[in-house]
T-cell receptor, first 113, second 114 residues
């Protein structure tokens, strides 16, 4: 089945710097890759997603890139702000389903003011 | 709209006790999911449902049962709780759309099994 690995597990950056979180997946048939943000004590919320027919997608300070050949995708946050501090999860859809998600283990991002 | 709601928010059980977690959504979503979240392990799918009256196993189904008698509700049951089931449980729902729609999560239930 699908396996999603996420790195790093923790990331500390200075306010204004960029942050990059990387994920790899095992199922070459996976075709949907969302990213969720979870603030402390809150529920996960979708922040951006990308489909397999697109190599990059941007939404203001957030971007996601996908390399299907290498089976990895990354989240890029530019001009980080303290409110970006949270746990970020990547996910991928397994081959047998387009609606189930397999999540990575999460990255705790700390933005130092 | 309330979105996805879960009850209870917190619960403490003794080993061997049973309980049911309730998830409700008012978005008319077809699909519903139960996840557990443990430190360092992300979100793992327990069971899911693609419509009223249907359920299926996810990654970690052992020790849990589910029912989807009404489209808006998805129940997660623990028949005989074990300390290994101490976790935060999240329910989510989605609408098929083109097949990759966003999953909307509930606020979570923190369960401790002593």
């Amino acid at each position: 089945g699908e396996n999603v690995e996420q790195h790093p597990s923790t990331l500390s950056v200075q306010e204004g710097d960029s942050a990059v979180i990387k994920c790899t997946y095992s199922d070459s048939a996976s075709n949907y890759f969302p990213w969720y943000k979870q603030e402390l004590g809150k529920r996960p919320q979708l922040i951006i997603d990308i489909r397999s027919n697109v190599g990059e997608k941007k939404d203001q300070r957030i971007a996601v890139t996908l390399n299907k050949t290498a089976k990895h995708f990354s989240l890029h946050i530019t001009e980080t702000q303290p409110e970006d501090s949270a746990v970020y999860f990547c996910a991928a859809t397994p081959m047998d389903s387009s609606y189930k998600l397999i999540f990575g283990s999460g990255t705790r991002l700390l933005v130092r003011p | 709209n309330a979105g996805v709601t879960q009850t209870p928010k917190f619960r403490v059980l003794k080993t061997g006790q049973s309980m049911t977690l309730l998830c409700a959504q008012d978005m008319n979503h077809e699909y519903m999911y139960w996840y557990r979240q443990d430190p360092g392990m992300g979100l793992r799918l327990i069971h899911y449902s693609v419509g009223e009256g249907t359920t299926a196993k996810g990654e970690v189904p052992d020790g849990y049962n589910v029912s989807r008698l009404k489209k808006q509700n998805f129940l997660l049951g623990l028949e005989s709780a074990a300390p290994s089931q101490t976790s935060v449980y999240f329910c989510a729902s989605s609408s098929p759309g083109q097949g990759y729609d966003e999953q909307f999560f509930g606020p979570g239930t923190r369960l401790t099994v002593l």
